[in-house]
Nanobody, 123 residues
Framework: QVQLVESGGGLVQTGGSLKLSCQGSGRTFSGYHMGWFRQAPGKEREFVAA????????SYTDSVKGRFTISRDNAKNTMYLQMNTLKPEDTAIYYC????????????????WGQGTQVTVSS
């Protein structure tokens, strides 16, 4: 399994920005499609964005399209999520994981859930 560590969360006001990072271990990181997920209090974990192994294809859930941008740097074994124009409803713990595909971004058993990083957007 690929070991993943998320970072970059914090407290920000409505309309602000944050950039999350997902550091992967192992030489196989660059061969995997990757995704971001989030879990708000009292809700199930949901898909946010996904990126193909080479970075050429991406997908987003409708609620973040135009505001969030997913990217990756395989040389650094790192994936990013740039979040702009944040809203209170974006408040959640954000996780990264390996996904089966960009079109059907279901978590893969090749990855594992980390501790996540907390994002809090105040109104």
């Amino acid at each position: 399994q690929v070991q993943l560590v998320e970072s970059g969360g914090g407290l920000v006001q409505t309309g602000g920005s944050l950039k999350l990072s997902c550091q992967g271990s192992g030489r196989t990181f660059s061969g995997y499609h990757m995704g971001w997920f989030r879990q708000a209090p009292g809700k199930e974990r949901e898909f946010v964005a996904a990126i193909s192994w080479g970075g050429g294809s991406t997908s987003y859930t409708d609620s973040v399209k135009g505001r969030f941008t997913i990217s990756r740097d395989n040389a650094k074994n790192t994936m990013y999520l740039q979040m702009n124009t944040l809203k209170p409803e974006d408040t959640a713990i954000y996780y990264c994981n390996v996904v089966r595909s960009v079109i059907r971004p279901e978590p893969s058993a090749l990855g594992s859930w980390g501790q996540g990083t907390q994002v809090t957007v105040s109104s």
